[in-house]
């Protein structure tokens, strides 16, 4: 369960989405559509501390992100000897720690993980976008480089039945392998053997 990401599907009408999660400011809250991040005021406002509303309605089938992403490159609270310690100041402290862990734990469990089942890599479903091509035997393949590469497979399946007159006649073809240098030598010699089999009933 993710502490705080909303995902929804658009359906090219409705405007307004829940944000279930609590959050310190409105610039922490980041929306995307398919990926693309969206801009407060721009594109999208807050109804009430719960809600957002898109000027446009996402398109139909189009992905929507609401995240937290808290602030990660400064305190928001500095502590000064003999101030007053507030029950504002400290939650804002608190809270800042607590939704930076719950945004890092997000992370993580958003990632590729091993199956404790299986002890094996486990996309749960999920699309594995941006494949190179493989290199060694043991890389992963994309769907791309299959599809350059599956007509030679398709042309080797359509003589599936001549690779096995081959594979039947192997020690023949063998055979033939290990009398390269002789057949070699009467292919140099092939017009004298032409000749011997044109005048043959003189040989005879």
């Known amino acids: 369960m993710a502490f705080a990401i909303d995902t929804y599907t658009g359906n090219g009408s409705t405007t307004s989405y829940s944000v279930t999660f609590p959050y310190i400011t409105t610039a922490d809250v980041v929306v995307t559509i398919d990926g693309v991040v969206k801009t407060l005021t721009t594109d999208y406002t807050f109804s009430n501390s719960s809600t957002i509303a898109f000027g446009s309605a996402p398109a139909n089938s189009s992905i929507i992100k609401i995240t937290r992403s808290s602030n990660r490159n400064a305190r928001l609270v500095d502590y000064q000897d003999g101030s007053t310690l507030t029950e ?12 930076m862990a719950q945004e890092a734990i997000d992370i993580t469990e958003g990632t590729l993980n091993i199956s404790t089942s299986t002890d094996q890599w486990d996309a749960i479903n999920k699309r594995i976008t941006n494949v190179a091509d493989p290199v060694d035997n043991t890389d992963a393949v994309n769907k791309q480089f299959i599809s350059t590469n599956l007509p030679n497979i398709t042309t080797v399946a359509g003589i599936s039945s001549d690779v096995t007159d081959v594979a039947n006649i192997a020690s023949d073809v063998t055979a033939v392998a290990n009398d390269a240098t002789d057949i070699g030598l009467v292919a140099t010699n092939i017009a004298d053997v032409t000749t011997v089999a044109t005048n043959i009933n003189d040989v005879i």
């Open 88 to 99: 504002a100041s400290l939650d804002q402290d608190g809270n800042q720690a607590f939704f």
